[in-house]
């Protein structure tokens, strides 16, 4: 069944809305939107601060944090709070959130993957030479799910493959519980199966399990997975809890993926314009 249902969505991957081949991409990566929205934002983010507590201040808010470098604590007031922490982090943080909401934190945390990647440096683009792949992915029905090979940097003299993009709940445990040396050496083996003599072509290694990321806990949210929780969960974190808003890719549609961390965000400030509007 699980080999059966790998082939099935192999098959229609690059049909999706969301998953269609590469056509632009931005140079650099992905972090350079990021890059792009501090520069035109300017000096008012504040860097290193640990939330510690989210509280009520009459109609108001306070939010305490800590700084990691100082250990020196700061508490901010503000009229609104655009609250975009992870569930499963938000989860353990001390606030004055309504008892609906708070019992959504604590069920939601409960439905992120526990995704894992791990990317090798390569001395030579073996995969272009030896194989004609320029871009694209290998699935498979290991531990490793997915190989992905770069669609950047096309015959340069070396490059960076994802050898494992891992969204399997069981298999994305099993790294979790692995140290990093043992996550290479297991994407290795899995590597070998597709690729004879994967292991001489490969080097460095680098992974990532995002369960174990200490202001993440988890990839992303998937609520679409657990029926009733739409419904159940997301539409109690969908309106304003007083004076906190909740944003990030887990309030959107298009969990996952910064467009829906975007769209969050817009439907968000949107929210808090119409009660400002209201309110003169």
């Not at 201040?57 to 939010?63: K, L, N, T």
């Not at 994802?162 to 140290?179: C, P």
């Not at 309106?239 to 467009?259: C, I, K, L, N, R």
Request: glycine fraction near 10%.
């Amino acid at each position: 069944v699980h080999e059966a249902r790998i082939l099935a969505t192999a098959l229609t991957f690059a049909e999706s809305w969301s998953q269609s081949p590469t056509m632009l991409q931005p140079v650099g990566g992905m972090d350079r939107i990021v890059q792009s929205l501090v520069r035109a934002i300017g000096g008012d983010i504040v860097y290193g601060q640990v939330v510690e507590q989210i509280l009520r201040s009459g109609d108001r808010a306070q939010i305490v944090s800590r700084d990691r470098r100082s250990g020196q604590t700061v508490t901010t007031g503000a009229d609104y709070v655009v609250c975009t922490i992870p569930l499963p982090v938000l989860k353990s943080i001390a606030a004055d959130f309504s008892p609906p909401v708070k019992r959504a934190i604590e069920e939601g945390a409960g439905l992120y993957a526990p995704a894992a990647k791990v990317a090798f440096a390569s001395p030579t683009r073996w995969w272009e030479l030896d194989h004609g792949l320029y871009g694209g992915i290998s699935w498979t029905s290991r531990d490793i799910n997915q190989l992905w090979y770069p669609s950047h940097g096309i015959n340069g003299k070396k490059g960076v493959l994802i050898g494992a993009y891992i969204w399997d709940e069981a298999a994305a445990r099993r790294y979790a519980n692995m140290i990093p040396a043992e996550r290479h050496k297991a994407a290795i083996a899995d590597g070998e199966r597709i690729h004879p003599g994967y292991s001489e072509r490969v080097g460095a290694a680098a992974s990532v399990v995002w369960s174990k990321v200490p202001y993440s806990l988890g990839g992303w949210a998937e609520w679409d997975f657990t029926p009733g929780a739409r419904q159940t969960i997301y539409s109690v974190l969908l309106p304003p809890d007083g004076p906190f808003h909740f944003a990030g890719e887990h309030m959107s549609y298009v969990t996952g993926w910064q467009e829906g961390a975007v769209q969050s965000a817009h439907y968000t400030v949107g929210q808090i314009a119409e009660r400002v509007k209201a309110g003169r």
